[in-house]
C-alpha cells in the first residue's frame, strides 16, 4: 500500500540519517504513528500546519512510501476529520515493524516553506542544505 506522511525538518532530518529507510522513533508524548492515505491530506498538513509551526522548522514536507500489504493491512483506517482525512493509527512501540516492511525508500513529494523558515534551501533538491540527496526510487 501506498501511503504519505507530512513531517518537519527535524524529522525529515532523522528520516535522512536513515538512508531514507525508516522513520524515527516517537516522542514519549507521541503514543501513535500515523501515515495518511492520501496525497492531498498530506499536503494540507504540510502546507497549511507545518509551515506554520515553530516545532516543524516553518517547513513540511510530504513523504511518501510503500509498506507491505501483509502488514498494513491489520491496521484499521480512521477518519479524523473530512471524510478524505483518512489515517492508520499504528502504536509507537510498533514502528520499528512498520520501517522493517517499508518497501525500497522513503520519498519527498513536496516541500513547503513558511515566511519564517530560516535556513537555506538546497535549488536542485528543494530540501534544506545538509539533509543530501534523498535516493531515486
Known amino acids: 500500500m501506498r501511503l504519505f506522511r507530512p513531517v518537519g525538518v527535524q524529522e525529515l532530518a532523522l528520516i535522512a540519517a536513515s538512508g531514507y529507510t525508516a522513520f524515527p522513533p516517537?516522542?514519549?508524548?507521541?503514543p501513535i504513528f500515523y501515515p495518511v492515505l492520501t496525497y492531498v491530506y498530506?499536503?494540507?498538513?504540510?502546507?497549511?500546519?507545518?509551515?506554520?509551526?515553530?516545532a516543524s522548522g516553518f517547513a513540511g514536507f510530504v513523504t511518501s512510501f510503500e509498506v507491505a500489504d501483509e502488514y498494513i493491512d491489520k491496521f484499521d483506517v480512521h477518519v479524523v476529520g473530512g471524510r478524505d482525512d483518512r489515517e492508520l493509527w499504528i502504536p509507537a512501540d510498533d514502528l520499528p515493524n512498520f520501517n522493517r516492511n517499508i518497501i525500497d525508500h522513503i520519498s519527498i513529494e513536496a516541500s513547503f516553506y513558511g515566511a519564517r523558515f530560516a535556513a537555506r534551501v538546497d535549488t536542485a533538491t528543494r530540501l534544506p542544505v545538509g539533509l543530501g540527496r534523498p535516493p531515486v526510487t
Open 26 to 30: 516517537r516522542l514519549p508524548h507521541q
Open 42 to 54: 498530506a499536503e494540507g498538513i504540510a502546507k497549511n500546519w507545518n509551515t506554520e509551526d515553530e
